[in-house]
């Protein structure tokens, strides 16, 4: 699988704050569209944002803001898995598992 960049946690991190106002933008369209107001492309330029920066939205319901950053820990590619509801970026998962696969980052690694 092939990606436009591979984040180290450092990077990762240092584009939270963004990724968060970003991914509050996402939930905050989302939640006026439940409502019957228009967002739809709106919606659709915060997701692409985020994918410019290398990074995946992954929530469709649109309830948590889920955002995955292709990288690697311990030679292999995986994603850093953050939720909106966490304050700091702890977690990555295998790509082929998903969410459900989420680890604790290694205090070690060298992303």
């Known amino acids: 699988m092939e990606f436009k960049r591979l ?9 939270l704050p963004l990724v968060r106002q970003i ?8 939640r006026r569209i439940r ?7 709106e919606l659709a330029g915060l997701q692409a944002e985020l994918e410019e ?3 995946f939205y992954k929530d469709w319901n649109f309830s948590v ?5 292709p990288a690697e820990v311990d030679g292999e590619t995986v994603f850093l898995c953050w ?3 966490e304050n700091e970026l ?5 790509i082929e598992e998903g969410y459900q696969g989420r680890r604790p ?4 690694s060298p992303v």
Do not use: I, K, N
């Open 35 to 41: 409502e019957g107001e228009e967002g739809s492309a």
């Open 83 to 85: 939720r909106s509801d």
């Open 7 to 15: 984040f180290t946690q450092r990077e990762a991190e240092s584009a």
């Open 90 to 94: 702890a977690w990555y998962h295998p």
């Open 53 to 55: 920066m290398g990074c």
């Open 23 to 30: 991914v509050a933008d996402v939930l905050e369209t989302a």
């Open 105 to 108: 980052l290694p205090r070690t």
């Open 65 to 69: 803001g889920l955002v995955d950053f």
